[in-house]
T-cell receptor, first 114, second 113 residues
Framework: DTAVSQTPKYLVTQMGNDKSIKCEQNLGHDTMYWYKQDSKKFLKIMFSYNNKELIINETVPNRFSPKSPDKAHLNLHINSLELGDSAVYFC?????????????FGEGSRLTVL | QKEVEQDPGPLSVPEGAIVSLNCTYSNSAFQYFMWYRQYSRKGPELLMYTYSSGNKEDGRFTAQVDKSSKYISLFIRDSQPSDSATYLCAMSYSGAGSYQLTFGKGTKLSVIP
């Protein structure tokens, strides 16, 4: 029973298209995140939601729009995809009141823009 | 200067060796220090968690934090091929900062049988 699950795992698409990645966690956590990992493995936060409220919104193009319909779900929609958007996108969750910084990651969604 | 510096390697060691992985940081507000392990094509998973300065041991793994030097280390004793992965250091601080985890770039480790 996967704790943090993301779909799809692999996504290959053309420049200019719009795509979405979905994430669900069954850990009962109150905070969810989107991270981007580039080709050099650097993991950088994009967004964070706590109890459906956006609390971190890093310098990310506004083509990226997160949406949290409830505490257990956080989706990422990307408009007008560009070559530079190719990366692995990780969803994560945490219970901030327990151990700060302890995140549970999904397996990642590997996006390739052609 | 980046907030967290980590030598990306790659690091290749023979099975049974002692491995030392390190990170330095510049933000003295960091209080929580972590090591995440990431296998190929998988998400990072928490390996070690330390609050403030000191050592923590868990089996073959030891995490050290020296806040005065702004330096953290992960030691792996009797390294195994199954330890082959990318190791990412990560840091956080309390309050609003607890939502903001800062990662190092990761060190790729290969343990050769």
């Amino acid at each position: 029973d996967t704790a943090v699950s993301q779909t799809p795992k692999y996504l290959v698409t053309q420049m200019g298209n719009d795509k979405s990645i979905k994430c669900e966690q069954n850990l009962g956590h109150d905070t969810m995140y989107w991270y981007k990992q580039d080709s050099k493995k650097f993991l950088k936060i994009m967004f964070s939601y706590n109890n459906k409220e956006l609390i971190i919104n890093e310098t990310v193009p506004n083509r990226f729009s997160p949406k949290s319909p409830d505490k257990a779900h956080l989706n990422l929609h990307i408009n007008s995809l560009e070559l530079g958007d190719s990366a692995v996108y990780f969803c994560a969750s945490s219970q901030v009141t327990s151990r700060p910084g302890e995140l549970f990651f999904g397996e990642g969604s590997r996006l390739t823009v052609l | 200067q980046k907030e967290v510096e980590q030598d990306p390697g790659p690091l290749s060691v023979p099975e049974g060796a002692i491995v030392s992985l390190n990170c330095t940081y510049s933000n003295s507000a960091f209080q929580y220090f972590m090591w995440y392990r990431q296998y190929s094509r998988k998400g990072p998973e928490l390996l070690m968690y330390t609050y403030s300065s000191g050592n923590k041991e868990d089996g073959r793994f030891t995490a050290q934090v020296d806040k005065s030097s702004k330096y953290i280390s992960l030691f792996i004793r009797d390294s195994q091929p199954s330890d082959s992965a990318t190791y990412l250091c990560a840091m956080s601080y309390s309050g609003a900062g607890s939502y903001q985890l800062t990662f190092g770039k990761g060190t790729k480790l290969s343990v050769i049988p």
